[in-house]
């Protein structure tokens, strides 16, 4: 399985041991208004959210399946998602749609998620706008396309695979 660590953080400004070192940038949705624009962290994240589409479709799949999932109330009502997640299960197969749903969910903080597909993809959420996706295949194309867009992808393996 390749893997990788797909984020908005340049390796440029990374220390010796991996840590990002820019203090000014911004690392989650509850900083819109304060480090960062609502214009652009919806800009962000849509790029996450291609990358993800970018990667799948490398691959050719078109579906998945929800590995495991934890819900903060607050914030599921504060991104009206009540309704569509009591459609959703773990062990559900999920599609694209869906998994660009949870995928923004997830980056927002309102809950927090594990995706699949057997042993030929995966998308793992972090803290602090760490995302991690693997797959079965090199994804030359998808990694160009994530790359284009403004996004790092880095040769990483997911600190969440043990338990997906």
């Not at 399985?1 to 908005?8: D, Q």
């Not at 949870?102 to 995706?115: F, H, V």
């Not at 194309?141 to 996004?151: P, R, Y």
């Amino acid at each position: 399985m390749y893997s990788w660590r797909v984020t908005k953080y340049n390796p440029l400004f990374r220390n010796r041991d991996g840590s990002y070192q820019n203090d000014e940038e911004w690392t989650c949705f509850s900083e819109v208004g304060l480090k960062v624009s609502m214009e652009e962290y919806v800009r962000t994240e849509q790029l996450y959210i291609n990358a993800i589409s970018s990667f799948m479709e490398d691959i050719g799949l078109d579906h998945a399946y929800l590995l495991a999932l934890e819900q903060w109330s607050d914030e599921v009502n504060k991104q009206n998602a009540k309704e569509f997640l009591s459609k959703i299960w773990v062990g559900k197969t999920i599609s694209v749609q869906e998994i660009q749903a949870l995928a923004g969910l997830t980056l927002r903080n309102a809950i927090w998620c594990k995706i699949g597909n057997k042993k030929d993809f995966y998308v793992h959420f972090g803290n602090d706008y760490y995302m991690y996706i693997g797959a079965r295949k090199a994804c030359e194309k998808a990694i160009d396309e994530v790359t284009h867009s403004g996004l790092y992808v880095e040769r990483w393996e997911s600190p969440y695979q043990s338990t997906s």
